[in-house]
């Protein structure tokens, strides 16, 4: 074979290793952008970041959290890292409108998830998964010294009354809605029952931006009442906080709403983040909402003990009827308006 021939196969052949490897590149590099627009990555952990609701701290990340990781790590043999971001409920629904990359969001209220409807971050026929139930009730002082017996004794004068903000907290509007709803409820009349929400603001000289930051203000000493949920208040007892509990007949059983976000789930995130939203209502994630005094979604399921007399949205002809038609602009024109708050409460920044 000549100079020229062995040249020649030479440059063949290195033409055939240079097509492979261009091959090959184009293969690895396909791939490669492909896990990246796909979140998939088998030498990482999958992460699921959770938004929820200032009330839920203590439960997602000491019960459901670890549980949870625990189940799908030993299930799937994928490591799993949860990042939870907690906040009024309100102000959270803002924040993932405007971008805040949240997987899973965990809401006092459908009525915020009705937000990210709005924002398109979840399509419209989406379910939100509803995990638990939390009566809403009066905290007071030991001893209730006060004489506090119903929503209507918080009226009475000279009582200094903490609230959460509706305008960011669920707690705040699930309140108007209870306060509301304990009169409409027993007499129909839609004008007693908005009196009397007057009557309370007009004792309220302390709002916080969420339901967590309200109890903390009475933990340090401000106010002789405020109105929050159940689960809250006990979970405060749990951790030596000295306040009785008031449970208003008729009062409102709160139903806090867990859904996906489409928009911003990864691929890789997708089978981890449904199997969070079954786990909150499975066995195991119903018994540890109810180590953390939530009440089952079903008024029929078990931890309803003691037994008091609630009433849902769903008797005030649903939540957009109830908060959007009646309490939203009496909020608006009546309450606020006229809100007569201490100057430490303009001062107060819990964000």
């Known amino acids: 074979m000549s100079m020229t021939q062995i040249q020649k196969v030479i440059r063949s052949h290195w033409r055939k290793i240079g097509a492979g490897l261009l091959g090959f590149l184009f293969i690895a590099s396909t791939a490669y952008y492909g896990w990246q627009v796909y979140g998939i990555d088998g030498n990482s952990p999958v992460q699921l970041i959770v938004y929820a609701f200032s009330t839920q701290e203590e439960v997602f990340t ?148 969420s339901a967590r930051a309200t109890l903390t203000l009475f933990e340090l000493g401000a106010g002789d009442a405020l109105i929050t949920y159940e689960q809250d208040a ?36 997708q089978d981890a983040a449904q199997a969070f939203l079954d786990f909150l209502s499975s066995t195991q994630g119903q018994a540890i909402f109810a180590h953390y005094h939530l009440r089952p979604a079903s008024p029929e399921g078990s931890g309803q003990s003691p037994r008091i007399n609630t009433f849902t949205t769903k008797d005030l002809g649903g939540w957009a009827i109830a908060y959007s038609q009646l309490l939203k602009p009496f909020w608006d024109k009546e309450i606020l308006p006229a809100l007569s708050l201490d100057e430490e409460s303009s001062i107060i920044n819990w964000e």
């Open 234 to 269: 006990l979970l405060a007892q749990d951790r030596g906080v000295a306040l009785d509990v008031v449970v208003p007949s008729p009062t409102i059983l709160t139903q806090p709403a867990a859904v996906a976000i489409n928009e911003n789930i990864t691929r890789s995130e």
């Open 62 to 209: 000491q019960g459901i959290f670890p549980a949870f990781e625990q189940s799908w790590e030993s299930t799937t043999d994928t490591d799993l890292i949860i990042k939870g971001v907690f906040g009024p409920s309100g102000t959270l629904a803002g924040q993932i409108n405007l971008g805040a990359p949240a997987d899973v969001a965990i809401f006092s209220n459908e009525n915020h998830i009705n937000w990210l409807k709005i924002g398109h971050l979840i399509e419209d026929d989406v379910q939100p998964l509803f995990f638990g139930t939390s009566p809403v009730v009066i905290v007071t002082r030991p001893g209730n010294p006060a004489g506090i017996e119903d929503f209507s004794d918080l009226s009475q004068p000279d009582l200094i009354l903490l609230h959460a903000d509706p305008s960011s907290s669920g707690a705040g509007e699930w309140s108007l809605i209870a306060v509301y709803g304990n009169i409409y409820l027993e007499t129909g009349d839609e004008s007693a029952s908005l009196k009397q929400l007057q009557e309370i603001w007009h004792n309220v000289k302390l709002m916080a931006p």
